[in-house]
């Protein structure tokens, strides 16, 4: 079984925005129910967004990143991805991406004043 793996993060100023993406290698992707996972220091990791394999079932948001944060899915593609506006200081974590069998390794996400 091959990681997901996740891209996309950096540095960004407070109040921008940036784009995650997970390519997702298992053939159960189709079927499963994908999420995002964050981490900051010293932390534990928390689940801040998931999504339904189909369209029977509205994506799950954390109440911190509810209105501002948007999980997105291509299953042609095997990709998730997470575009994220608005970003406060808070929001500085390493992302990591849940295939529903596997994590990724994250990436980094560092939002500074």
């Known amino acids: 079984q091959v990681q997901p793996v996740e891209s996309g993060g950096g540095l960004v100023q407070a109040g921008g925005s940036l784009r995650l993406s997970c390519a997702v290698s298992?053939?159960?992707?189709?079927?499963?129910?994908v999420g995002w996972y964050r981490q900051g220091p010293g932390e534990a990791r928390v689940l801040i967004a998931d999504?339904?394999?189909?369209?029977?079932?509205?994506?799950y948001y954390a109440d911190s990143v509810k209105g501002r944060f948007t999980i997105s899915r291509d299953n042609a593609k095997k990709m998730v991805f997470l575009q994220m506006t608005s970003l406060k200081l808070e929001d500085t974590a390493r992302y990591y991406c849940?295939?529903?069998?596997?994590w990724g390794q994250g990436t980094q996400v560092t939002v500074t004043v």
């Open positions: 999504i339904s394999p189909g369209p029977g079932r509205s994506p």
């Open positions: 849940y295939d529903g069998s596997d």
């Open positions: 298992g053939s159960y992707f189709n079927f499963a129910r």
